[in-house]
């Protein structure tokens, strides 16, 4: 089966610019997560949707970051405007469903440099 | 949500046996204990899942104790490929879980 998908693998963007980050979950997977991991930490979850309705975006930076999943598939993250300390790696995983299964499969994720 | 603690780091060498422990005092009722590998440059990779007692599948198995309060994550005769890092998760089945800052353990021949 195929695995989680997201585009681009790298970007690299100045300061104050945006940037949009795209993921493809694993087909009939109803959950979809959005982390961010900044170099030497562990995952930090900023958004998951349970189809299109968002179940837990408090760790999300609401002023700059935005996120949607259209038709409870795909989903789009995006940065306006982007910050020095956002530079970090952008995960995106998927799950059947919040509360079962077992796990979180997770995409090869976007690394995001600011200058 | 049940705040986890686990050693920063870990060093073994390859064919040896590795455990490592994960606390989580307050962890809840409806909480499992979820272990994740994350290797450079990749997302993380589910190792193994639990409730109580003992989980065994083909990579490693997980010892919780009766009271919960923490749990042990075995990796029998660790390789070389088994240097990553080890996460341990504590929450409603992918729901509610967050990574801490993991284990890092090296494997050296």
């Known amino acids: 089966e195929a695995g989680v998908a997201q585009s681009p693998r790298y970007k690299i963007i100045e300061k104050r610019q945006s940037v949009a980050f795209w993921c493809n979950p694993i087909s009939g997977h109803a959950t979809l997560y959005w982390y961010q991991q900044i170099l030497g930490q562990g995952p930090k979850l900023l958004i998951q949707f349970q189809n299109n309705g968002v179940v837990d975006d408090s760790q999300l930076p609401k002023d700059r970051f935005s996120a949607e999943r259209l038709k409870g598939v795909d989903s789009t993250l995006k940065i306006q405007p982007a910050k020095l300390e956002d530079s970090a790696v952008y995960l995106c995983?998927?799950?059947?469903?919040?509360?079962?299964?077992?796990?979180?499969?997770f995409g090869p994720g976007t690394r995001l440099t600011v200058l | 949500l049940a705040k986890t603690t686990q050693p920063i780091s870990m060093d073994s060498y390859e064919g040896q046996e590795v455990n490592i422990t994960c606390s989580h005092n307050n962890i809840a009722t409806n909480d499992y204990i979820t272990w994740y590998q994350q290797f450079p440059s990749q997302g993380p990779r589910f190792i193994i899942q639990g409730y109580k007692t003992k989980v065994t599948n083909e990579v490693a198995s997980l010892f919780i104790p009766a009271d919960r309060k923490s749990s042990t994550l075995s990796l029998p005769r660790v390789s070389l490929s088994d240097t990553a890092v080890y996460y341990c998760l504590v929450g409603e089945v992918n729901n509610d879980m967050r990574f801490g800052a993991g284990t890092r353990l090296t494997v050296k021949p």
């Open positions: 995983a998927s799950s059947i469903l919040a509360g079962v299964g077992d796990t979180q499969y």
